[in-house]
Structures are given as structure tokens and as C-alpha cells.
């Protein structure tokens, strides 16, 4: 069953905007080794760390969005391509454990993306491929629909690792698929912010409080310990998003930002800020 006395970092960063090879080598060079320099033994990044998340999508009508798209797509990977290769090859380097969210570029379609996510072993292996089952709201502009191949837990050393991505985490069919594996560590990540109204109208949504419901709630009903980990959204993404529109500017300065956090008791538990 393994050991569940163990450190995990949550990295709490920010990528390389649209940069993937950078933003590969800040997660391998920088956090990965800090974090097991800190003796963690799982390392998790956010929704779309590689290479960023396409919050632009919520901010532009469709037809304004045509060169943000060409940007992603371009900076979007395989998922046997260097840039992930270069993570796994920092988790092995490090002997820990690794999970990473990432742009999945379609090698059978040109302009196909997935919203992909792996967990990699402390010896380089890629241990669960999952592709986000469906999009949710302005992400269907940009990722196509996954499929459940990617709904296993994996049995390690540290224990039994699970996860699902974003509002996958509402879908009750899709959690106890992994309940039913005998999940003992569930990994909810999410994107850094995640405008749904202009921030001056009512009833908002609080993406803080929703991904504490819904995390505590499935750690509840499974008997296991959470790490939920969002992105942080710096300048120079709001730079490349915004571009010179203070409108967008705006919407985004006033949109809450997501956290990241632990339920259960993971002992010495990081957050990589």
C-alpha cells in the first residue's frame, strides 16, 4: 500500500508563458530540485503548466482570438517530446515523483489539443496519461475532449496516487472510478484564475471556496489525503494575455485568483511559491 509518511510540494508558480522548453526547465532545474532538495517526495504542478493556461479564451469574442490560438497551439507539446522528456528525466535525477499538466498537441491533427496531465515516477516513467474527459465552458474553444484510459491510480512506493483535472473533480462517475482503485492521495490541479462574469456583476464565481468544496468533499468520500494545486498568473502572462487592451486588463487585475492547499496529514507538506 505504501508509505504515507511523506513530504509533497504543491508548486504554486508560474509557467514560462507560452515558452514550454522554459517553462519545462524552471519545473526540472528549479522546483523539482528545490523540492526534493527539501526532501519531497511528489512533486505537483497546475492545470496547463505547460505551457500556460488559456485564460484568453474567456476574455475575447471568438473572432478577436484567432492569433491567441496559433500562439497555444504552437506552444503546446507532445507528450513524447522534449519538454516532457526533460521533466522525466528530473524526476528521475531527483528520485521523486512528478505531476504535471500540459497542452497535449494531437500528432494525428493539426490544429487538435488535448488538456492533458501526467504523473511520472521517481524513475522517469510515466505512470498515468490522462486527457481531461471534456472541456469546461471557454476551454471547448481550445482542447478537444479526452477519453477514461487516463482514469487509473498508480501504486507506488508513497502510495496509491490518483487525480483528475479541474471540474473533472465534479464528476462523480469519474472520482469513484478512482475511489473504486483504492485511491490513498487524490491530485485536484487547476488553472491560476477562471473569470466566468465581469468582475462588477453578481454572483460571481469563487474559485477558492469551489475547489476547497469540491476537494474536501471527494477526500471525505474516499478515505484519502488531497493536494490541490493551481498556477500563479505574473505579469508577464498578464502582459502577453492583456496585450494593450485595459479592458481585458481590468477584468483580469479584478478576477480572484485560485490557491493551492493539502487536505489529510502529508507530513512536512511545500507549497513551491
Same mark, same amino acid.
Given at each position: 500500500?505504501?508509505?504515507?509518511?511523506? #513530504?509533497?510540494?504543491?508548486?504554486?508558480?508560474?509557467?514560462?508563458?507560452?515558452?514550454?522548453v522554459a517553462s519545462g526547465e524552471k519545473a526540472a532545474c528549479s522546483v523539482v530540485a528545490e523540492a526534493a532538495r527539501n526532501g519531497a517526495s511528489l512533486v =505537483?504542478?497546475? /492545470?496547463s503548466f505547460l505551457p500556460g493556461f488559456p485564460v484568453w479564451a474567456a476574455l475575447y469574442p471568438?473572432?478577436?482570438?484567432? %492569433?491567441?490560438? #496559433?500562439?497555444?497551439? &504552437?506552444?503546446?507539446?507532445?507528450?513524447?517530446?522534449?519538454?516532457?522528456?526533460? =521533466?522525466? #528525466?528530473?524526476?528521475?535525477d531527483n528520485g521523486v515523483f512528478v505531476s504535471i499538466g500540459f497542452s497535449e498537441r494531437n500528432p494525428a491533427s493539426v490544429a487538435g489539443l488535448w488538456n492533458s496531465n501526467v504523473l511520472i515516477s521517481d524513475t522517469g516513467e510515466i505512470l498515468i496519461h490522462h486527457r481531461k474527459l471534456v472541456a469546461t465552458f471557454f476551454e471547448k474553444l481550445v482542447w478537444d475532449p479526452?477519453?477514461?484510459?487516463?482514469?487509473?491510480?498508480a501504486n507506488t512506493r508513497i502510495g496509491r496516487i490518483g487525480g483528475l483535472i479541474c471540474g473533472e473533480n465534479t464528476n462523480p462517475l469519474a472520482?469513484?472510478?478512482?475511489?473504486?482503485?483504492? %485511491?490513498?492521495?487524490? *491530485?485536484?490541479?487547476?488553472?491560476? *484564475?477562471?473569470?466566468?462574469?465581469v468582475p462588477?456583476?453578481?454572483?460571481?464565481?469563487? &474559485?477558492?471556496?469551489?475547489?476547497?468544496?469540491?476537494?474536501s468533499s471527494h477526500c471525505f /468520500?474516499?478515505?484519502?489525503?488531497? *493536494?490541490?494545486?493551481?498556477?500563479?498568473?505574473? %505579469?508577464?502572462?498578464?502582459r502577453a494575455v492583456a496585450l494593450d487592451d485595459t479592458t481585458i486588463a481590468a477584468i483580469i487585475d479584478a478576477g480572484p485568483r485560485a490557491s493551492s492547499f493539502f487536505f489529510g496529514r502529508l507530513v512536512r507538506q511545500l507549497v513551491m511559491k
Open positions: 500500500m505504501g508509505n504515507m509518511n511523506f #513530504k509533497a510540494a504543491a508548486a504554486h508558480v508560474a509557467p514560462v508563458y507560452l515558452d514550454p =505537483v504542478f497546475s /492545470e471568438p473572432i478577436q482570438s484567432h %492569433e491567441h490560438f #496559433k500562439r497555444f497551439l &504552437n506552444a503546446s507539446v507532445y507528450v513524447d517530446g522534449p519538454e516532457i522528456e526533460r =521533466v522525466r #528525466k528530473a524526476a528521475s479526452g477519453d477514461g484510459a487516463g482514469l487509473v491510480v472520482r469513484y472510478s478512482l475511489m473504486t482503485q483504492a %485511491e490513498q492521495v487524490h *491530485i485536484s490541479t487547476y488553472p491560476p *484564475i477562471w473569470p466566468t462574469r462588477t456583476e453578481s454572483d460571481n464565481y469563487d &474559485n477558492r471556496a469551489a475547489n476547497r468544496i469540491r476537494a /468520500e474516499a478515505k484519502c489525503f488531497g *493536494i490541490v494545486v493551481a498556477g500563479r498568473f505574473d %505579469e508577464s502572462t498578464r
